[in-house]
Structures are given as C-alpha cells and as structure tokens.
C-alpha cells in the first residue's frame, strides 16, 4: 500500500536548529517534495529529491534515503517566521500523483 | 512567468446550493491540472486531475464533479453541496519547465457549507 507517516507537531527555539522527519512506502517511488503551508495559505514548494542525499537549499536542506524509505527536512537559525505546517508528499511512478502526509506543525518559540 | 489563479478565496453556502470554483493558469501550456482538498489539519486529498481538454480523473466518488473546458482552465462543481462538503479547496499544476518537479497552488479557496 501507500503510506506516509510524518510526526504531527514539533516545537523548537528560535535560533535553533530543527529535523522534520517523513518515511513513506509507495509501490513505485519517483520523488519526494517538501512543501511549507502557513495556516489558510497555500502550500509553497521547498525541495524536490529523487537521488539519495542531501539537497541544500538557503536555511533549508532535505535528505533522501530511498532504501530506508526515509527523508528529513533540516531547518537551520530558525527564524518566528518558519512557523508553519511542513508538508511531505511523494510521487507515485504508476500514475504520477502526489501522495500527501499530514503535515507537521512546527511551532517556534522565542 | 507560469502563475495560477483560483477563485473565490472565501466562500460560504447553504446546504443543497450548486458550486463553481474556477482555476485558470498562466505562462504555460497543455499543463496537468489537480483539484485537493484539504480538511483542518490533514493532508491534501487529490479529488481530480486532468492531462487535457475534457480529460478528467476522478479519485474520489463523491458529490463533486470537475470539468476542463479550456487548456487552462479547471472547474470544480456540485449541484448540491453538503455540509461535510466544507473544507479548504486548492487547485495546482506541475511545471514541466521544470521536469514537473515543482507544483504550483493556486490561493486556496475556504469553503464553509451552512
């Protein structure tokens, strides 16, 4: 089956440093996305991986680990404005849809 | 520039009223167009999707249709909505400028059945 699981809230300090965690399972993998969506907005693209490793991009870096099924959005010098849900989505190669998680609702606290 | 443009971005009906949501995008063509919803809290979930003109896909048999009359344009209808019809609306496309590795989504539109 299908399945993506990431942890439904976290909480962490501004200044700091924080990992949002996703493991999915999929019949057919061709991508994984982050994506950032601040409470009644719509969701913003932040990294596509299709390649094991570590893409970076800015304060934000995504790794990829397709044999464990796994991947994690690292956020560095978190800033109030990150506070935000974190959505994790991969890609089905059979018929090309985004499977979506929950989310993950960061809060930052001063 | 590819952009997309969804409206309304509020919208509040009573029960048993028809629905028009219109997604129109921009900067590009023959693009593969997605209507989610998204419940509070929850993730995103694919209610149709089209490849083309009066291509539609249904993923979830419910009180909602979508129709493509134009390249780049996507409707979603209900000829009598439910409450539990309410919930946030988001239409979105994948840019093949880029490898269709980056999705767009359009404002969202917030729709509370009553």
């Known amino acids: 089956g299908q399945n993506i699981d990431q942890p439904t809230e976290m909480t962490a300090t501004e200044g700091a440093i924080v990992q949002i965690n996703c493991t999915y399972q999929?019949?057919?993998?061709?991508?994984l996305f982050w994506y950032q969506q601040h409470a009644g907005e719509a969701p913003t693209f932040l990294s596509y991986n299709v390649l094991d490793g570590l893409e970076e991009k800015g304060r934000f870096s995504s790794f990829l680990s397709r044999s464990k099924g796994y991947s994690y959005l690292l956020l560095k010098e978190l800033q109030m404005k990150d506070s935000a849900s974190y959505l994790c989505?991969?890609?089905?190669?059979?018929?090309?849809?985004?499977?979506w998680g929950a989310g993950t609702k960061l809060i930052i606290k001063p | 520039s590819q952009t997309i443009h969804q409206w309304p971005a509020t919208l509040v009906q009573p029960v048993g009223s028809p629905l028009s949501l219109e997604c129109t995008v921009e900067?590009?063509?023959?693009?593969?167009l997605y209507w989610y919803r998204q419940a509070a809290g929850r993730g995103l979930q694919l209610l149709f999707y089209?490849?083309?003109?009066?291509?539609i896909s249904s993923e979830v048999p419910q009180n909602l249709s979508a129709s493509r009359p134009q390249d780049r344009q996507f409707i979603l209808s209900s000829k009598k909505l439910l409450l539990s019809d309410s919930g946030f609306y988001l239409c979105?496309?994948?840019?093949?400028?880029?490898?269709?590795?980056?999705?767009?989504f359009g404002q969202g539109t917030r729709l509370t059945v009553v």
């Open positions: 989505a991969v890609r089905d190669r059979s018929n090309y849809q985004l499977i």
């Open positions: 900067g590009t063509s023959n693009p593969n």
């Open positions: 979105a496309f994948f840019s093949r400028d880029r490898g269709e590795t980056e999705a767009f």
């Open positions: 999929t019949s057919g993998f061709n991508g």
């Open positions: 089209s490849v083309g003109i009066g291509q």
